[in-house]
């Protein structure tokens, strides 16, 4: 029987050997492979910290000690060995999350799958503990590119003040966050790897301080990094012990025995202490190991000899982007790009080929990133920041009171806006039309295709004097959506052949085809559409208003949050030119999202085709009835009322 099939909890790796410990550790690789295989998710990040998890359950009693992950996506192993055995669902409705997750297992804890978090979290915890007079410990893994995160900074810094306040940060160093980590002081950990001793370590940092003639600068370049994580961000035993954090380290953290040792002193220490671990992303699965971008991070389903995709699907919306980017770095040398430790997943890799020296990877730090664009807007340069939507909410603001207060040309792009599905609550971008809304010169674009990304992406850059967004959904971008016409600045999607149209519905973005099909309902009904695309949905264009008033109703249909945003836009705008239409709202509710697929997400919030058109046209119904009620009816009826 495979020893895999025989743990149902941590407690039962405590009677395994070591060479029991050892084999199990090839079964779970081979489970992953395996299983990741078939569903897709983070398969890479899993395969690396294999020995360390095993380790941190063999050394700490989950879940009376709490084990925290940053980010989460290296959390499939803790899955295995807490009882969740079951991956033929992953990240499917109904199956595993592919983060931790409250609602699957007392083990988890942290499940907003968002970097830099784990230390807040732990410091919190610890301090909960000790004002409790709890006997737990708690223990915070992070990843170097994690360690670029200013929020990890300001969490080191209160841990570091409590010197008898029990907490391990375990540092999962695989020198890679997505892509290889590089940056300024990058030497520095790889000196503490390759260095004899301490005092060699300490030689070699001294010559490099004395060779600089302003200590501020190395100071600078510690704690801002170019290029993830640890690497960039200490000298690093020297800087652990002057901020009065114990060290333990470097270890292998793939030699089970001496994971075991370390993190077994880190817990008796009783003292916040930092066990320094380097592994290998992707280790064991050599198509992993053979991917320089990003050692299968997070894959779909592939083949699990070959580790090649099985099927592949049209352009999809990032590498429109991408590709556009290019062409328009080769027209305008002033265009620069910056993302936030995620090149190649926004898409910007092929602009970092064609030019090196004009994009800035400035780490998990989209806060600094925000600031970094406003003063490069400033210093002449229009830069783009390309960025998950969700994660754009960190920067809010730094958009609001760095770049749109002193009316800087930056252009933000925000990829996998909207429903994303499969990666659950915190990766939906359901937020950002909502809280952009009240960013005062801010212009929002919402494209509807791969024609409209691009365009919109010129016209987005062409703005010098103030912040521009361009969003877009995640996967395939599907077939060109043509206008009949122009309104303003709006493309009109669907004329309604009538001069006395019924229903003004607004189609935001992605869902112009599903607004279409809505229209054809409407049509079957007897009931005369006109669909506009505004294009840019911030602000409200000035036609709207008065064609809004040629209309009955009024209905808005976005991906994204009905509370605050496009609809609600709309609505304002046509109360302040005093047009008095009934307005319906179609959204996402305000809710946090399970993971499923995009369609089965749409068709559990009631955003789809035939369940908007079946409740427009009740709306419409009930405006006819009122249209040709008889006059008096109401006072008739209160009369009989009394009699």
Known sequence: MPLLTRITGPRDLDRLSLEELDQLAEEIRTFLVEAVSKTGGHLGPNLGVVELTLALHRVFDSPKDKVLWDTGHQSYVHKLLTGRQDFSRLKMKGGLSGYPSQAESEHDVIENSHASTVLGWADGLAKANELLHRDRHVVAVIG?????GGMAWEALNNIAAAKDRPLV???????????????????????????DGYERFLARTKEVLERTPVVGRPLYDTLHGAKKGLKDFIAPQGMFEDLGLKYVGPIDGHDIEALESALTRAKRFGGPVIVHCLTEKGRGYQPALQDEADRFHAVGKIHPDTGLPISTSGADWTSVFGDEMVRLGEEREDIVAITAAMLQPVGLDKFAKAFPERVYDVGIAEQHGAVSAAGLAHGGLHPVFAVYATFLNRAFDQVLMDVAL??????????????????????????????????????????????????????????????????????????????????GGMD?????????????????????????????????????????????????????????????????????????????????????????????????????????????????????APDIARQVTGLVAKLDGARYERPGAEADSVEAARD
């Open 406 to 487: 002193h009316k800087c040309g930056v252009t933000f792009v925000l990829d996998r806006a909207g429903v994303t599905g499969t990666d659950g609550a915190s990766h939906n971008g359901m937020w950002d039309m909502s809280i952009l809304q009240v960013v005062p010169g801010l212009r929002l674009a919402a494209p509807r295709d791969a024609e409209q990304v691009r365009a919109q992406l010129r016209e987005a850059v062409a703005v010098d004097d103030a912040p521009t967004v361009v969003r877009f959904s995640k996967g395939a971008v599907g077939p060109a959506v043509p206008a009949v016409g122009r309104v």
């Open 492 to 608: 009109v999607l669907r004329a309604p052949g009538t001069d006395t149209p019924d229903v003004l519905l607004v189609s935001v973005g992605a869902l112009a085809p599903m607004c279409l099909e809505i229209a054809d309902l409407l049509n079957k009904q007897g009931i005369s559409t006109t669909v506009v695309d505004p294009r840019w949905v911030k602000p409200v264009d000035e036609a709207m208003a008065p064609l809004a008033e040629r209309h009955r109703v009024v209905v808005t249909v976005e991906d994204n949050s009905r509370v605050g945003g496009v609809g609600s836009a709309v609505a304002q705008a046509l109360r302040d030119a005093g047009v008095d239409v009934p307005l319906r709202d179609f959204g996402i509710p305000p809710r946090f999202l399970d993971h499923a697929s995009r369609a089965e997400v749409l068709a559990e919030i009631g955003l789809t």
């Open 144 to 148: 170097d590119g994690a360690l670029t």
């Open 169 to 195: 940060i375990v540092v999962n160093d695989n020198e890679r966050s997505y892509a290889p980590t590089i940056g300024g002081l990058a030497n520095h950990l790889a000196t503490l790897r390759t260095t």
